[in-house]
């Protein structure tokens, strides 16, 4: 009987494959793939929160929560932008509520790496190269036209 790590291996490895094939076979079509991507994202947030759960603080779960919030209001607009037609003034409304959700996940990162374990420099380094690529996000916002 696998253990709970191995397990957890087999499934990212499953959901990851899944990724790559769907995103793959729905990348011939904007809105079709907007809605596919919308919802694998969102599955496999759903995913990851329920499987690491168990035996976190309240930090960690107002940190995922304010993730998950940022992942859904980014790609169920996207997705609506792409069935109804991108806006032609810059900077549409669709560009600030990206710039929301990238504050979001700023304060949603800083919050996890903040209550890391000492000791842990591997991954304090992942989350601050997470945290540095989505603070890029907001120059690339007002510098995209």
Do not use: K, N
Not at 14 to 35: D, Q
Not at 36 to 43: K, N, Q, R, S, Y
Not at 83 to 94: D, K
């Amino acid at each position: 009987m696998p253990t709970r790590f191995v397990r957890q291996a087999l499934l990212s490895v499953v959901v990851i494959a899944v990724l790559a094939i769907v995103l793959r076979v729905a990348a011939a079509a904007g809105p079709p793939a907007a809605t596919v991507t919308t919802i694998v994202a969102l599955g496999a947030c759903a995913t990851g929160l329920r499987m690491h759960r168990q035996d976190r603080g309240r930090t960690w779960r107002i940190s995922w929560a304010l993730l998950a919030v940022a992942l859904a209001l980014l790609t169920v607009s996207t997705t609506g932008a792409a069935f109804g037609g991108l806006p032609t003034v810059y900077p549409a409304s669709i560009d600030w509520l990206g710039v929301v959700c990238a504050l979001l996940a700023i304060v949603a990162l800083g919050a996890l790496l903040s209550s890391r374990a000492p000791g842990r420099a591997v991954d304090a380094a992942l989350e601050g190269a997470l945290i540095a690529s989505a603070c890029t996000y907001l120059p690339w916002a007002w510098a995209v036209t």
